[in-house]
DNA sequence: CCATAGTGATTCGTATACGATTTCGTACTC
DNA sequence: GAGTACGAAATCGTATACGAATCACTATGG
């Protein structure tokens, strides 16, 4: 459960490792998204293609597929880097995936069984309890989880790839928020259960989109106060 | 006016060509919004190269992002074509469109002055008139022209940009709608009105959000209404 | 001592070339 | 006559090669 599906849409799901292209695509897009490559790193396109066995041309491709999907700048004759998030980066992808995941979640809602439900709520408990011995990158992959429940239900494939997306710009920062705003990870997990107890007692589809995008309004919230500080 | 920013997030806007690899993207992505390459036409890259006069794999690179996009559809082996939207797709990009774009509006409306308020109005006005002599390419294309003004001071560049996309998308079936659905046109413009009016009082975020988004689904609906009688 | 021009190394951008895969037509067999 | 096997043409996928742009460093002149 700790995967979460990458289904980027495009992408060619099917057992088969594919293409060099694809190749270069999937194994560069996991670097980032698993921190090897951090942000700002330079992505040297000979490098890349030596590193994978191949030339460079696939690899081009492969960076401007993830030019597309936001995770990294192309600059021309200048080369490719590792799209970091300044602060302002971050609100607005914070911003736009309380939008998308918001209405995911509410879109996702009427299709969770009480099956979801209990998972979910495991993962929660999970959380809870991992709130004593704060491990900051447990937290927030289990937090990636939890929501992950709530919104692949999701029947608007488009919407889904856009939540998908959000994440993984995210995912680049690995341990998130939480490690900056531990206070933050409380107010979450009590959050999560209240959302659990909408969608079980089949809330409307609106309520369930404000309480979603409020949850993750709250964490940028969190994050900016916190900031202010600084 | 007419011209909509075609700002794709992550293309150069400057006045240069640019790289061959870019001159192929705006010049794909310019024949299919236009409508030069219907949905399911071929993309052959070897035809592409030879018609701009580049080799191959620049152009490969331009179908690789416009894939991101959704503009297009590629498969190994097998090639490219101009992502066609069968009834399904439509579904899910109005429906996403829907969202964003509301939420796009929502956040633009507090930047919006008086003289976008009036620019907006005279292009609803202009599309009253237009329900005289119905053209439906002309209505589509005002259409565009008067929620451009109202979703472009969104400040979140990542919405802005989805917002973008979703509109590429739709530009592939020309004269949209309001061919099939010609009684739509009508309530359409009166919505238009509504809208600004409510952005001209200042009215909350959030109502304008609900505003902006049930407008494009009544759209939808109008449409699917539609074709159930066919 | 600072500013600037020159030079070399690095890396990107694109063309060309060739092997791999699919598609489609044709001929052959049952 | 229908179905299958074979082969040619079209198209894609990737490697290699070379020209072009950028950057870092040094040397020279003010």
């Known amino acids: ?6 289904a980027a849409g495009t992408s060619s799901g099917n057992g088969t490792v594919g293409s060099k292209s694809e190749q270069a695509y999937q194994a560069v897009k996991a670097r980032i998204v698993e921190g090897t490559y951090t942000p700002g790193y330079r992505l040297v396109l000979a490098k890349i293609a030596e590193d994978l066995g191949v ?3 696939p690899v081009r491709e492969a960076i401007r597929r993830l030019e597309a999907e936001g995770l990294v700048k192309f600059e021309r004759n200048i080369g490719a880097t590792v799209s970091g998030i300044d602060p302002t980066e971050y609100l607005y992808t914070m911003q736009t995936l309380s939008i998308v995941e918001g209405a995911a979640t509410a879109l996702s809602a009427p299709l969770i ?3 979801d439900i209990a998972r979910a709520r495991a993962v929660n408990e999970e959380m ?3 709130l004593q011995h704060f491990d900051p990158i447990r937290f ?3 937090n990636q989880d939890f929501h992950s429940v709530l919104f692949e239900h999701c029947p608007n494939p488009h919407i889904l790839d856009l939540v998908h997306r959000g994440w993984n710009r ?4 690995r341990s998130s928020v939480f490690r900056f705003v531990p206070g933050r990870a409380h107010n979450s997990v009590d959050e ?5 107890r909408l969608i079980e007692t089949g809330a409307d589809a609106d309520t369930i989109e404000k309480a979603a995008r409020l949850h993750r309004s709250a964490t940028l919230d969190a ?5 202010k500080n600084l």
């Open 113 to 115: 069984g009480a099956a």
């Open 55 to 57: 030339s460079v041309v």
């Open 128 to 130: 809870r309890e991992c």
């Open 170 to 173: 995210l995912a680049s920062l």
């Open 192 to 196: 999560h259960e209240a959302l659990l």
């Open 223 to 227: 994050y900016l106060a916190q900031a």
């Open 140 to 142: 927030t992959r289990l």
């Open 1 to 6: 459960m700790t995967e979460m599906a990458t």
